[in-house]
């Protein structure tokens, strides 16, 4: 979910300036199972630890794969506290960069 532009300070005159969203954000996945089961087990634990999770499936030819997505994040530092819970549950996910929607 991108966020909308915000009004920043320009130092040199004073004036409010529009940011521009971000885009691309960044998404950790923080596992991915064959089993839809051990996934959604996963999603709920996490979104326990106060993260925003999603399962997201997708077929190649080993078969479905189930990810276990934490994010978007519009900025590193987030994304860095949420790998923080993630290593706190003995996970240590991919950084994935997508297009701000």
Avoid: C
């Avoid at 996934?39 to 078969?63: I, P, Y």
């Avoid at 934490?70 to 900025?75: A, E, R, S, T």
């Amino acid at each position: 979910m991108a966020e909308p532009a915000r009004r920043q300070q320009d130092s040199n005159t004073g004036q409010g300036a529009v940011s521009e969203p971000p885009q691309q954000v960044y998404i950790l996945q923080a596992a991915s199972f064959r089993e839809a089961a051990e996934a959604e087990r996963l999603r709920v634990q996490l979104t326990l630890a106060n993260l925003d999770v999603k399962v997201e499936s997708a077929s190649d030819s080993r078969g479905t794969w189930h990810r276990v997505l934490v994010g978007p994040f519009d900025n590193r530092s987030r994304m860095a506290k949420a790998r923080q819970v993630l290593a706190e549950h003995r996970l240590m996910p991919l950084v994935l960069k997508r297009p701000a929607n």
